[in-house]
């Protein structure tokens, strides 16, 4: 810390839009080099930066430590608010003292829910659910029966946990439903977005890992394990049988194939059609899922290609019209 010891931070604001009582964030080189200029009462910069008369934090990361003091001052104690008389609760079920349950939440039987969750209005809890503690259920959400959820797990609106595996056996020309008999397993601290949808196994479980994100729209198959600390972003489609590794990033409207492996550390870019495994450590795109950099020099030899076309018909038009030529130098006269 420099500056200041007794500055009261009221509010975490963008660098922009604070004024006094604010703390905001430099990390980019454009806002330190004007840290005076802005009037937040207090600036978190890199520990390399020096102090312009304010009052200054000094992290590796600004970023990071912006996040977490706007978590801290935005965040408020957990007030159970009870179980909701317009709710609906079955029976057997074992509910924890502090909880809060909505209106027209519907509860099945023999679920487990702990200490300091929050189910939002409208939700379906099945059967034989167990949602560990500190876990928020926002409105709308729907958890087919036999779901588990692992602690401080967070379910956006409209979120579908546990519906069947699209699995079909064809049969004379049709398709025969194959039962799906398995579950999902959420870990701990996994973020789910509007919309999402997790199919169960056909046996067993699919399993979202300890501490990734999924963003909203995203589709996850039946029988996928994913990694730890994996991030999935907006309308990613995963085919059945997938596994990820930990830490992995799949970027926006990239799709895997079924039965694929891909390691930890890899990095799949937008709109990527994965087709094959995946080594860890990688960095894929394109629709051939080739290594980055190599998709990045095809990419630019496509852009290429009508200026390599016309330049190859020159040729060609070059070397035809040499050959007429010599070909008429060697005719004799006469003949």
Not at 22 to 51: F, H, M, N, W
Not at 100 to 118: L, N, W
Not at 166 to 191: C, L, N, P
Not at 296 to 325: C, D, I, N, T, Y
């Amino acid at each position: 810390m420099i500056g200041d010891p007794d500055l009261i931070i009221r509010r975490a604001r963008p660098y922009e839009d604070a004024g006094e009582g604010d703390i905001t964030y430099a990390s980019d080189v454009r806002y330190q080099g004007q840290i005076a200029a802005t009037r937040a009462s207090a600036v978190i910069v890199r520990q390399s930066t020096l102090p312009e008369g304010k009052s200054l934090l000094c992290v590796s990361n600004p970023k990071l430590a912006f996040a977490r003091i706007l978590q801290l001052l935005l965040s408020r104690p957990f007030q159970a608010r009870g179980v909701s008389s317009q709710a609906f609760i079955g029976e057997d079920c074992e509910i924890a003292a502090e909880v809060s349950i909505a209106e027209f939440a519907s509860i099945g039987e023999r679920v487990r829910i702990e200490d300091q969750v929050t189910v939002g209005a409208g939700c379906f809890v099945g059967e034989g659910c167990r949602i560990g503690s500190g876990a928020t259920l926002h409105a709308g959400v729907t958890l087919y029966p036999g779901v588990t959820l692992g602690r401080r797990v967070i379910l956006h609106s409209g979120c579908v946990v546990g519906a069947d595996g699209f699995g079909y056996v064809d049969h004379s020309r049709a398709h025969f439903k194959m039962e799906q008999t398995g579950t999902v397993v959420i870990e701990d601290d996994v973020e789910i977005g509007a919309n999402s949808c997790i199919d169960r196994g056909t046996f067993g479980a699919t399993v979202i890992g300890e501490g990734s994100k999924l963003d909203n729209l995203v589709h996850v198959g039946h029988n996928c394990v994913i990694g730890k600390h994996t991030i999935i972003v907006g309308c990613v489609g995963i085919s059945g049988s997938v596994q990820v590794g930990d830490h992995c990033l799949i970027a926006g409207q990239a799709g895997v194939s079924h039965h694929i492996k891909i390691g930890d550390d890899v990095t799949i870019m937008q709109k990527t059609a994965v087709t094959k495994d995946v080594a860890s450590g990688s960095v894929v795109s394109g629709l051939h899922c080739r290594n980055h950099r190599e998709q990045l020099k095809a990419e630019a030899m496509l852009r290429r290609l009508p200026e390599v076309f016309r330049e190859w018909r020159g040729l060609k038009q070059r070397l035809s019209e040499k050959s007429e030529e010599e070909s008429m130098k060697g005719e004799e006269p006469g003949v």
